[in-house]
């Protein structure tokens, strides 16, 4: 599933993002801001999206995954997968939110929604933090 999905919305992500995608790491983020110091930059600004994998919305995800993905069959398995459910305490719950924790393609749902997040450079869940650069 993550090797179909990742490409699809890895081309709208900004090249600022680092997060859980392809090819990019935390060692990838801090030369960018290595280079942005020697460019005079002197500012950083830090995002956190609070409960990031328990706070997404299964319908507003799968509206969000809608919009790019057409193959039915794709989209039945990623709502099955979002349906599966959380054993606690001996009881299956079926949360409306969340995603399955560890699940290989929690990190991509989480760069894909809410959309205008992450990787799209809006944050709508998180809070924002900007400190000098030293």
Not at 95 to 109: F, H
């Amino acid at each position: 599933m993550k090797i179909v999905l990742e490409p699809v919305f890895e081309a709208d992500m900004l090249p600022c993002s680092f997060g859980f995608r392809p090819k990019r790491s935390a060692h990838d983020a801090l030369q960018v801001l290595i280079d942005e110091h020697q460019r005079g930059r002197r500012w950083v600004v830090e995002t956190d999206i609070a409960e990031c994998f328990s706070a997404i919305a299964h319908e507003k995800f799968m509206h969000a995954v809608e919009g790019r993905v057409c193959d039915q069959s794709v989209l039945k398995l990623l709502r099955q997968i979002l349906r599966a459910g959380v054993m606690e305490d001996g009881q299956v719950r079926r949360p409306v939110t969340g995603t399955p924790q560890g699940g290989v393609i929690s990190p991509l749902m989480c760069n894909v929604y809410p959309p205008g997040s992450t990787g799209h450079g809006t944050n709508t869940m998180g809070a924002w933090s900007a400190m000098p650069m030293t």
